[in-house]
């Protein structure tokens, strides 16, 4: 079983950056999937990223593209999803999640989740 603790969110202006962490224990993060996700106010929770657990390869949902960066230092047994050029629709709690299986960009198939970071985007 692994535990996961985002950090990092926070208030920002629209167009400027932030970058959450996701720090995991009890098990390796190089053994999972690892995906983030978020949830609007009033809305389901939506995926946003994920990075293969053998290789470096990332996925992103479409209207992050060419904006958010996910990224894993295996020696921190850390994640981290670095966004740019925020948008006001970006605004959510971000969460991490650790899958045990095939990549997926489907909630309900990650095993373990975080308790999230608020990121907050004002225009």
């Known amino acids: 079983q692994v535990q996961l603790v985002e950090s990092g969110g926070g208030l920002v202006q629209a167009g400027g950056s932030l970058k959450v962490s996701c720090v995991a224990s009890?098990?390796?993060?190089?053994?999972?999937?690892m995906g983030w996700f978020r949830q609007a106010p009033g809305k389901e929770r939506e995926f946003v990223a994920a990075?293969?657990?053998?290789?470096?390869?990332?996925y992103y949902t479409d209207s992050v593209k060419g904006r958010f960066t996910m990224s894993r230092d295996s020696a921190k047994n850390t994640v981290y999803l670095q966004m740019n050029n925020l948008h006001p629709e970006d605004t959510a709690v971000y969460y991490c999640?650790?899958?045990?299986?095939?990549?997926?960009?489907?909630?309900?198939?990650?095993?373990?989740w975080g308790q999230g970071t608020q990121v907050t985007v004002s225009s």
């Open positions: 999640a650790a899958r045990n299986g095939a990549l997926s960009r489907d909630r309900s198939e990650y095993d373990f």
């Open positions: 009890g098990r390796t993060i190089s053994m999972y999937v």
């Open positions: 990075i293969s657990r053998f290789t470096t390869a990332t």
